[in-house]
């Protein structure tokens, strides 16, 4: 289980990742990639559990959320330019992250704008088919003059977040606020970033920052499933198999080695791995079973498509075993919210 072999051979760039300081319970590493904006890595233990382990889910996400999320707050709060910001949840999953309260925590003012995107006559498990639509928008007042936007979203190919922008930019024109500073946290793809940083510097932005969980994470050919680096699961079954690599520190690569199973989704059905989720207008619950059986089916299919690649590994088969008893052991759980008996 050697990080730089691993990483050779899937494709993981740790070449053009450089130390860039502490944050509150682990480190933060520059991603050197060719945009305009700058991509920072947040390797936490909390951010190593969440990616990591599907079946944290419930409470105990919430627990570890909130965790990594005050490493970001503090990373953010050092390069803002102003504690007054308006923060954009994506809903539903944006809630989950608990940056809005890790901020809140360390004295930023918020005004909060809700939307939600929605891609009509599409299926589950695809951001991307269709055309995004904002099928709900909630807004309380908007400061005037120029402003700072801080977001929290999981953005996998970043056209959900790109069609809520462009709902806040024209809000924010027509309110009389012009956003010159973003700030950008969740599980981010490569490819997503570039399409949010593109767009916003299109709109105007000066300054775009990126706080990704862990790593730049892979983005899977169903333009949904995010990992570290494996088998690109839909083409291993379409006949056509290849592999996935993301953007990693070499340190948070052999962090995650002992427990992160190859190919896996890194965020989950990040909505649905939560206790309860923000719709716009009421609150309902995350289907965390459902999210726990996808999954294990996702953990079997991935062992057998990662068995023809040189790092697979006896080890490897210690990380799917630890997973598949955790999952099992998860489902055999009667509540996951302690709010519910």
């Known amino acids: 289980m050697n ?12 070449d053009i990742v450089k130390e860039a300081g502490r944050v509150d319970g682990g480190k933060a590493y520059r991603a050197l990639v060719d945009v305009q904006a700058e991509a920072f ?3 936490t233990d909390s951010g190593l559990r969440i990616a990591s382990q599907p ?12 965790r990594a999320a005050l490493a970001a707050a503090g990373l953010i709060a050092r390069r803002a330019s102003a504690k ?9 999953a944006s809630r989950g992250y608990r940056l809005h309260e890790a901020l809140s925590r360390g004295g930023f003012q ?5 939307v939600r995107v929605a891609y009509p006559g599409s299926g589950a498990g695809v951001h991307d088919s269709g055309t995004a639509s904002v099928l709900l928008a909630r807004a309380g007042s908007l400061p005037k003059g120029e402003g700072v936007l801080v977001v929290s979203d999981t953005v996998a190919t970043g056209k959900t977040l790109q069609a809520a922008l462009s709902f806040l930019l024209e809000l924010a024109e027509f309110k009389g606020l012009k956003l010159v500073e973003a700030h950008i946290y969740g599980f ?14 299109s709109q105007g932005v000066e300054k775009v920052s990126f706080y990704a969980v862990q ?17 690109d699961l839909p083409s291993h079954e379409a006949g056509e198999p290849r592999t996935l690599g993301g953007v990693a520190s070499e340190e948070t690569l052999a962090r995650m080695l002992p427990r992160y199973f190859p190919g896996m989704d890194q965020p989950g059905d990040w909505s649905e791995r939560q206790c309860v989720l923000y719709n716009g ?6 289907r965390i079973r459902d999210h726990l059986e996808r999954s294990l089916k996702a953990l079997e299919r991935l062992r057998e498509a990662s068995r023809a690649y040189p790092w697979y590994g006896d080890w490897l088969d210690r990380v799917y075993e630890e997973r598949r008893r955790a999952l099992l052991e998860a489902l055999e759980r009667r509540a996951y919210c302690r709010d519910t008996a």
């Open 3 to 14: 990080a730089r072999r691993v990483a050779e051979e899937s494709g993981v760039r740790t």
């Open 41 to 43: 890595l947040l390797d």
């Open 55 to 66: 079946e944290l889910v419930g409470s105990e996400l919430e627990e570890e959320a909130l």
């Open 84 to 92: 007054r910001v308006v923060f954009l949840h994506v809903l539903r």
């Open 110 to 114: 918020l005004h909060e704008v809700f």
């Open 188 to 201: 981010i793809s490569e490819a997503g970033l570039r399409r949010v940083a593109e767009y916003l510097e």
């Open 215 to 231: 790593d730049l994470t892979a983005l899977s050919s169903n333009n949904y499933d995010m990992p570290l680096y494996g088998p």
């Open 281 to 286: 207008e009421s609150y309902e619950r995350g």
